[in-house]
């Protein structure tokens, strides 16, 4: 097994790794723009607060619920007019209603949990972007089918290539397995160190792709940070190692497949009588 096939193993896995790691970025960025997306719920002046947030954090699909009382519905508007915040005290009397700040686990959730909410008695109002919702569940679901299509490519290319790198070497030595099957040596025999051959070739491959890829996402996330500081790129260690290490095991089992599938044909017509 020679360098040159470890580094096109290494390349192809490298690619693999970069597109699982373009999909989680891109999924974590749709996430981000989820957990932002919130339903405001005013209540009525003789509402209690504390009791519509307890009925509310027990409906489905809500992941969170703010209590924001009237002072500090006041001191965010305050906070807003910056300069202008002065002529708030012209109003007097507090006119601002008491408010739940509801976030959900999913845009498509919005529209039902908004549906539940104004069932509630308590609740005068209800704003939410339903617009930006819907479109965002689009997007999501566009993005959810387009990672599945990206990675299936990208692995079945991988297959592909590593098949013709497993056949190229099976060919190479086709007159000594030829002589093999004739004096009597079995398929399993016979097959056995294409299979683990095809084995560490995906495993180190994966292993240096993971290596070379983990550098340079690392190095790298600093300059993307400032190229684009509004996304919130993935940066957890953990998450990383946790994603080479299934890269790595995708590696040596996608090649082992490959092995399999390209040694048997050959076999199957070398074993077959004279």
Same mark, same amino acid.
């Given at each position: 097994?020679?360098?040159?096939?470890?580094?096109?193993?290494? #390349?192809?896995f490298?690619?693999?790794?970069?597109?699982?790691?373009?999909?989680?970025?891109?999924?974590?960025?749709?996430?981000?723009m989820?957990?932002?997306?919130?339903?405001?719920?005013?209540?009525k002046?003789?509402?209690?607060?504390?009791?519509?947030?307890?009925?509310?954090?027990?409906?489905?699909?809500?992941?969170?619920?703010?209590?924001?009382?009237?002072?500090?519905?006041?001191?965010?508007?305050?906070?807003?007019?910056?300069?202008? #915040?002065?002529?708030?005290?012209?109003?007097?009397?507090?006119?601002?209603?008491?408010s739940l700040?509801?976030?959900?686990?999913k845009?498509?959730?919005?529209?039902?949990?908004?549906?539940?909410?104004?069932?509630?008695?308590?609740?005068?109002?209800?704003?939410?972007?339903?617009?930006?919702?819907?479109?965002?569940?689009?997007?999501?679901?566009?993005?959810?089918?387009?990672?599945?299509?990206?990675?299936?490519?990208?692995?079945?290319?991988?297959?592909?290539?590593?098949?013709?790198?497993?056949?190229?070497s099976?060919?190479?030595?086709?007159?000594?397995?030829?002589?093999?099957?004739?004096?009597? #040596?079995?398929?399993?025999?016979?097959?056995?160190?294409?299979?683990?051959?095809?084995?560490i070739?995906?495993?180190?491959?994966?292993?240096?792709?993971s290596?070379?890829?983990?550098?340079?996402?690392?190095?790298?996330?600093?300059?993307?940070?400032?190229?684009?500081?509004?996304?919130?790129?993935?940066?957890?260690?953990?998450?990383?190692?946790?994603?080479?290490?299934?890269?790595?095991?995708?590696?040596?089992?996608?090649?082992?497949?490959?092995?399999?599938?390209?040694?048997?044909?050959?076999?199957?017509?070398?074993?077959?009588?004279?």
């Amino acid at each position: 097994m020679s360098l040159l096939t470890i580094f096109t193993a290494m #390349a192809v896995f490298f690619v693999v790794g970069a597109t699982m790691l373009f999909i989680l970025n891109i999924r974590s960025v749709i996430g981000n723009m989820e957990n932002q997306l919130s339903i405001q719920a005013y209540l009525k002046p003789e509402a209690n607060l504390e009791k519509v947030a307890a009925s509310v954090r027990g409906m489905r699909g809500i992941e969170s619920v703010t209590m924001i009382t009237k002072e500090t519905a006041l001191e965010r508007l305050r906070a807003r007019l910056g300069n202008q #915040a002065d002529a708030v005290m012209l109003l007097g009397e507090n006119p601002l209603p008491a408010s739940l700040e509801i976030h959900v686990a999913k845009a498509s959730q919005v529209a039902e949990v908004a549906g539940r909410l104004a069932s509630v008695a308590e609740i005068e109002d209800i704003v939410y972007a339903g617009h930006v919702a819907e479109k965002l569940t689009r997007l999501s679901s566009f993005v959810e089918k387009l990672s599945i299509i990206m990675l299936a490519v990208a692995l079945a290319a991988s297959g592909v290539v590593l098949f013709n790198t497993i056949r190229i070497s099976v060919y190479s030595r086709a007159q000594e397995i030829d002589v093999m099957m004739k004096v009597g #040596a079995t398929s399993t025999y016979v097959a056995f160190p294409f299979v683990i051959q095809g084995f560490i070739l995906g495993f180190f491959g994966a292993l240096a792709a993971s290596t070379a890829l983990g550098y340079a996402y690392l190095s790298a996330l600093d300059r993307l940070r400032d190229m684009l500081p509004f996304i919130n790129f993935i940066e957890s260690k953990r998450l990383l190692a946790n994603l080479f290490i299934m890269l790595i095991c995708c590696g040596a089992v996608v090649s082992l497949i490959a092995s399999l599938i390209a040694v048997e044909k050959f076999i199957r017509k070398a074993s077959k009588p004279l």
